[in-house]
Every structure is written in structure tokens, then in C-alpha cells.
């Protein structure tokens, strides 16, 4: 199985709502990956867990907060956002094995609307 | 700073026909680099992988050329099917040490469309 999930694929909310995205993969991964996507851009990096910890947060608003229940899933808790956070969020996941083939396998996205 | 930058920016291409994506890097130091596709609303889905020692790799009608020395890699489509057309993004890794997982520098991709 080398497939990460996400849910929703959609997801439309106002300013005031609080919302979750949630990330799950079943490969052994212990290094997953959130990252924002605007139209025609490359993805940016938000949040890094490894070994089921945050390791890396790229200065990312406290409207955003990330968490990691176990080794195979992560979630984005979302509160208060912006209509300019609109875009699409990928999850990614990688082994972590240190090797130089370390692949990151991306899940499909939630395309996310805030009205 | 860790660029990369791809060529060109978009490009249209007829079925059958052959095409080859450029991307320059700077990122250092190199780990890997990847060729990802993504077709419009979705994630990446990787392509190729290779390390500095490796020249080439191939994935069907993919076909990506690294040289270390320039940092310079490509990204050959042979015989071009409609189904190619997406958004092609060549990424760049360096290890940040193993409890810090990869960190990957994108370029900005090339979009193919394919026509009929």
C-alpha cells in the first residue's frame, strides 16, 4: 500500500467556523508532511512531525495547528481562518530511513474554500 | 538560497510527438532530485527519483537526466498522450539529519498540455 489519504476532498467554511483535515497513510512512514498549495504555485512547506513529533513549523499563523494522534495519521485543525487561505493542502509522508531514496508520496489534497 | 528553476513555464505539444523539461538547481547539500506530475487540484505523484550518482531513470515514456557537476537536470516525455497533460515539478532535496526529515525545495513547474 503506497497511498496516503485525506479527507475531506472538499471543504467549504467561513471565517468563524472550526473545521479539521485529517491525513492517514498505512506505509510505516514516520515522518508526515503538511503542506499549502495556491493556484499555479508550488507547495510550501507548514508542518513537519517526525517520530510522531513536531520537528518543523515554518513560522505557519497559530489559525492553523497541526497534530499527530499516532504514527499513521495527522491532523490540521483549522480556526479563524482567511479568505486568502484558501488553496489546496497536501499531506505527504516519507520513511525517514536516511537514505538517499527517501521518497515523499503525496495524498490527493483537500481543497479548502474559506468564504 | 536553495533555488530551482524550471523551463519553460508552459508548453503545448501535439499527441505523439516528444518533448524534454529543463530544471536548473542550486540547492545544496544534494540529496536527491525528483520529477513529480500533478494534474490540476491534485497531489503529486512522483515520476523518477535519483541520487547524485545516478545519470538517468526511467519510468515508462519518463525519462529524467541528472548532471551533478552543472546541476542541471531534464525531464524527457516520449511519444506525448493526451492523458501527460499536467503540471511537472522538478524538487530538490537535502537531509536536514534523520529526526528532521527531508527538506525539499520545489520549482515553480512546467505546464504540458497535449493536443490532439
Known amino acids: 500500500d503506497t497511498e496516503v489519504t485525506q479527507t475531506p476532498k472538499h471543504l467549504v467554511m467561513g471565517m468563524t467556523n472550526k473545521k479539521s483535515l485529517k491525513c492517514e497513510q498505512h506505509m510505516g512512514h514516520r515522518a508526515m508532511y503538511w503542506y499549502k498549495q495556491k493556484a499555479k504555485k508550488p507547495p510550501e512547506l507548514m508542518f513537519v512531525y517526525s517520530y510522531e513529533k513536531l520537528s518543523i513549523n515554518e513560522s505557519v499563523p497559530s489559525r492553523f495547528s497541526p497534530e499527530c494522534p499516532n504514527s499513521s495519521l495527522l491532523n490540521l485543525h483549522l480556526h479563524a481562518l482567511q479568505p486568502e487561505d484558501s488553496a489546496l493542502y497536501l499531506c505527504a509522508s516519507n520513511e525517514l530511513a536516511g537514505g538517499h531514496q527517501d521518497t515523499q508520496y503525496f495524498g490527493p489534497g483537500t481543497r479548502l474554500t474559506v468564504l | 538560497k536553495n533555488q530551482v528553476e524550471q523551463s519553460p513555464q508552459s508548453l503545448i505539444i501535439l499527441e505523439g510527438k516528444n518533448c524534454t523539461l529543463q530544471c536548473n538547481y542550486t540547492v545544496s547539500p544534494f540529496s536527491n532530485l525528483r520529477w513529480y506530475k500533478q494534474d490540476t487540484g491534485r497531489g503529486p505523484v512522483s515520476l523518477t527519483i535519483m541520487t547524485f550518482s545516478e545519470n538517468t531513470k526511467s519510468n515508462g515514456r519518463y525519462t529524467a537526466t541528472l548532471d551533478a557537476d552543472t546541476k542541471q537536470s531534464s525531464l524527457h516525455i516520449t511519444a506525448s498522450q493526451l492523458s501527460d497533460s499536467a503540471s511537472y515539478i522538478c524538487?530538490?532535496?537535502?537531509?536536514?539529519?534523520?529526526?528532521?526529515?527531508?527538506?525539499?525545495?520545489f520549482g515553480g513547474g512546467t505546464r504540458v498540455l497535449v493536443k490532439p
Open positions: 524538487v530538490v532535496s537535502f537531509q536536514r539529519g534523520k529526526a528532521a526529515g527531508n527538506k525539499l525545495t
